[in-house]
């Protein structure tokens, strides 16, 4: 296994607050990053702020809290999405 390291990006990334760390201020590159971590960063890095209410699913309780808005707009965003596609191209969803 190799040492944990600290990718040259990470700091950037940090400044744009795209990937805050964790609670206690680490970064943990060699970790797989979850679903939460990801639509989070996702919508940070495209700077859409987080939506006041939480996305239903069937594991939400497994949604970190401070997850929730962001997954729940960037369902709203997708949607929003699909819609206006579907619209364009005339086509029934």
Do not use: C, Q
């Not at 990937?19 to 201020?25: H, I, K, S």
């Not at 495209?46 to 729940?72: L, M, R």
Request: proline fraction near 6%.
């Amino acid at each position: 296994m190799t040492p944990t390291h600290t990718p040259t990006y990470t700091p950037t990334l940090a400044k744009k607050n795209i990937f805050v760390g964790y609670e206690e201020g680490s970064f943990k590159p060699d970790n797989k990053i979850t679903r939460a971590e990801f639509i989070t960063a996702i919508m940070r890095a495209y700077n859409i702020k987080p939506a006041d209410n939480k996305a239903k699913f069937i594991d939400s309780n497994e949604i970190p809290g401070w997850a929730e808005g962001y997954i729940a707009v960037s369902i709203e965003k997708i949607l929003l999405k699909v819609i206006l596609m579907a619209h364009l191209n005339h086509s029934n969803i």
